[in-house]
T-cell receptor
């Protein structure tokens, strides 16, 4: 079956511009996660959506970052006024409703801020 | 102290070798544990979950020691295709359920 998909696969933007990254989770998965992987760094948790519950935003690095999930499916991660340090691979994952279920990752969006 | 610590390597081993990776975690309340594999410029993929009793999947064996907060992965009879970065992953659960914490990864290169 189809896995997690993300778009765009690559994004180059200028410092100060806003960007939107999209994630389509696996059908039937109610939990959706965003992570970030910077060059030479480990994966860093950003935000977590579970069903209709309030999202866990504890990993968002600044108020320039926000995410929403419409209709319990597709999610968009928005970065406002991008900075060079935002350059990274942004990975989305989804899982079944159980909190300890396996997370399946999408291919990621490579963001480069010039 | 990092929440999940791994030896970054790199480990360079010949085909057929046995190699072991170690990982420690700081939160004693952690509830579930995994090894993920990440190939170059690809997304992480689940290799195996780690159970308290230890578990094996073909050439791969994972162990968990809750008392020492230590996780290991053993790869026997290494193949060229095992070359990748191996990520130790912990889920604290509880109020932080869903939030995976990743180690920095251990780089493995298997050579002919």
């Amino acid at each position: 079956g189809a896995g997690v998909s993300q778009s765009p696969s690559n994004k180059v933007t200028e410092k100060g511009k806003d960007v939107e990254l999209r994630c389509d989770p696996i059908s039937g998965h109610t939990a959706l996660y965003w992570y970030r992987q910077s060059l030479g760094q480990g994966l860093e948790f950003l935000i977590y959506f579970q069903g209709n519950s309030a999202p866990d935003k504890s990993g968002l690095p600044s108020d320039r970052f926000s995410a929403e999930r419409t209709g319990g499916s597709v999610s968009t991660l928005t970065i406002q006024r991008t900075q060079q340090e935002d350059s990274a691979v942004y990975l989305c994952a989804s899982s079944l409703w159980t909190s300890l279920a396996t997370q399946y990752f999408g291919p990621g969006t490579r963001l480069l801020v010039l | 102290r990092k929440e999940v610590e791994q030896d970054p390597g790199p480990f360079n081993v010949p085909e057929g070798a046995t190699v072991a990776f170690n990982c420690t975690y700081s939160n004693s309340a952690s509830q579930s544990f995994f090894w993920y594999r990440q190939d170059c410029r690809k997304e992480p993929k689940l290799l195996m979950s780690v159970y308290s009793s230890g578990n094996e999947d073909g050439r791969f064996t994972a162990q968990l020691n809750r008392a020492s907060q230590y996780i290991s992965l053993l790869i026997r009879d290494s193949k060229l295709s095992d070359s990748a970065t191996y990520l130790c992953v912990v889920n604290v659960g509880g109020t932080s359920y869903g939030k995976l914490t990743f180690g920095q990864g251990t780089i493995l290169t298997v050579h002919p």
